[in-house]
């Protein structure tokens, strides 16, 4: 199906486990997101990706590892997961057309670390 | 003081009223603005975006922008009880990637 889907849709893990969370878009959009959502904050940007090979930080990226090596797909890794990254994640894709910034999002990913 | 403001809400509005929502933010580059609509346990969905002062209608939904005031709303009219959910705002600032959200106001539709 077209649009953008997460895997899994719900984890839970250990504290200092290794958790990988996926993303897969089928627009062939040039930017990919990474937020959390946490009651109280809202969304928060952990990393982004403008094309294949090029990611940035966001707001929140430590803890987190990602990685573009094809357009359709924008993994993020927690490299020792921490009770403090218990939260809704959630992936996000636009287009790449100068001046426009809609982004569209997945179904998230409910992760719980215990 | 947050980029992006919003009341949490709830904001709670009969069956067939106008719900108005508003969004305060700081940044004065800012040029996109978006919101999008979050059902409990769902993702957002965008339902409009504005980028000129004014006001844009999409349905019943019309979003304001005031630059100058540094303020955007949205009215939705004729509310419908499935019109119930968490209006989140979304800001961009020029020149950058990052669209910053606030923490979105809670929408209750009295039938």
């Known amino acids: 199906d077209a649009g953008i889907t997460q895997s899994p849709r719900y984890k839970i893990t250990e504290t200092g486990r290794q958790v990988t969370l996926m993303c897969h878009q089928t627009w062939s959009h040039s930017y990919m997101f990474w937020y959390r959502q946490d009651l109280g904050h809202g969304l928060r940007l952990i990393y982004y990706?403008?094309?294949?090979?090029?990611?940035d930080k966001g707001e929140v990226p430590d803890g987190y590892v990602v990685s573009r090596s094809k357009t359709e797909n924008f993994p993020l890794t927690l490299e020792s997961a921490t009770r403090s990254q218990t939260s809704v994640y959630f992936c996000?894709?636009?287009?790449?057309?100068?001046?426009?910034?809609?982004?569209?999002f997945g179904p998230g990913t409910r992760l719980t670390v215990t | 003081q947050k980029e992006v403001e919003q009341n949490s809400g709830p904001l709670s509005v009969p069956e067939g009223a106008i719900a108005s929502l508003n969004c305060t933010y700081s940044d004065r580059v800012s040029q996109s603005f978006f919101w999008y609509r979050q059902y409990s346990g769902k993702s957002p969905e965008l339902i409009m975006s504005i980028y000129s002062n004014g006001d844009k209608e999409d349905g019943r939904f019309t979003a304001q922008l005031n630059k100058a005031s540094q303020y955007v709303s949205l009215l939705i009219r004729d509310s419908q009880p499935s019109d119930s959910a968490t209006y989140l705002c979304?800001?961009?600032?020029?020149?950058?990637?990052?669209?910053?959200f606030g923490t979105g106001t809670k929408l209750q539709v009295i039938p």
């Open positions: 979304a800001v961009n600032s020029g020149g950058y990637q990052k669209v910053t």
């Open positions: 996000a894709s636009r287009g790449g057309l100068a001046g426009t910034y809609e982004q569209y």
């Open positions: 990706s403008a094309a294949a090979d090029i990611t």
